[in-house]
Structure formats: C-alpha cells, structure tokens
C-alpha cells in the first residue's frame, strides 16, 4: 500500500490573485509587491489576472482580505505590509490583530489568505526581508498563495 500525497503545485495560469497592500512603510511594501508580482508572472499568473487593493496600514489589510475573499472573484488573496517595532505596544496590538484577522478571514471564506505581512524590530531588518534580492518575502508570499491554490484544487 503507498501513502497518497496531496501537494500543490506552482502554477497560475488560469487562476486569479488578489492583493492587499498597506501603503504605510511603502518604502518597505513596495519591495514586497515587486517581489510577489515577479513571482506570480514567473509562474504564469497574466497581468489581467491580478488586483491590487492599497490599504493605509496593516490594521486594514483583514477586513480588505475578506472583501476580497468574499467576492468569489480569485483563487487566493495576498497580504502585504510591514509592523516595525517602535516605543510602545503599539506593534504587539496590530501585528496581533492582523495575523488574527487574516487567520480568521482563511478558515471563514475557505479562500487561500497569504501572510506577507512583516514583523521586525528594524527597518533595516523589514528591508532585508522584503528585498527581492534578499530574502524577498513578497515572492514567498506569492508562493505560498500558488501551492496553496492548486493544493485544494487536488483535495476537491
């Protein structure tokens, strides 16, 4: 007898992508979004088949994700932004709430929800993570949106 595996592969054609990305830290988020587009494109996602909704901040990327989510009108919804670390517990609450409220969304719409929502103590460091070149947490986010989308087309 041999165990049957269910993996998703990275392949977009034919699927659809939103994303959601916060304009605060957009030095930071705009490299994320760079790196999810190339990644969607390198794996065959067309132009026409990706919407971008901005967002002011982090806190707003859940209730936007489910908007999305709840449309029926993609196969997955990426999540971009960045919460650096300040002063206060400020960055506890949103980085809570977010991660929350995109987990909450995913198990509510059954939509695939990719976190690429960064959390550091630096700037240098969410710059490091979003850079393309780098660490390219974006492309991981976009990623991560693909295989999960053509994993639960295998598990219908």
């Keep these: 007898m041999m165990v049957k595996v269910h993996e998703?592969?990275?392949?977009?054609?034919?699927?659809?992508f939103g994303i959601v990305i916060s304009k605060f830290n957009r030095k930071v988020t705009a490299k994320l979004l760079e790196g999810a587009l190339r990644s969607l494109r390198k794996h065959g996602v067309k132009e026409e088949d990706i919407e971008i909704a901005e967002v002011p901040g982090?806190?707003?990327?859940?209730?936007?994700a489910r908007r999305l989510a709840q449309s029926?009108?993609?196969h997955a919804v990426i999540c971009l932004?960045?919460?650096?670390?300040?002063e206060t517990a400020h960055f506890e609450y949103i980085s809570q709430a977010v991660s929350q409220g995109l987990l909450h969304v995913?198990?509510?719409?059954?939509i695939p929800i990719s976190f690429g929502v960064l959390t550091t103590d630096t700037e240098k460091q969410a710059m490091q993570?979003?850079?393309p070149k780098r660490f390219d947490r974006g492309g991981d986010a976009a990623k991560t949106a693909l295989?999960?989308?053509?994993l639960?087309?295998?598990?219908?």
């Design 8 to 16: 998703g592969r990275l392949k977009g054609d034919r699927h659809r």
């Design 58 to 64: 982090a806190f707003e990327i859940p209730l936007t």
């Design 72 to 74: 029926h009108a993609f």
């Design 81 to 86: 932004g960045a919460v650096i670390r300040g």
């Design 106 to 110: 995913m198990l509510e719409t059954g």
């Design 129 to 131: 993570r979003a850079d």
């Design 147 to 150: 295989e999960m989308v053509g």
């Design 152 to 156: 639960l087309k295998e598990l219908k």
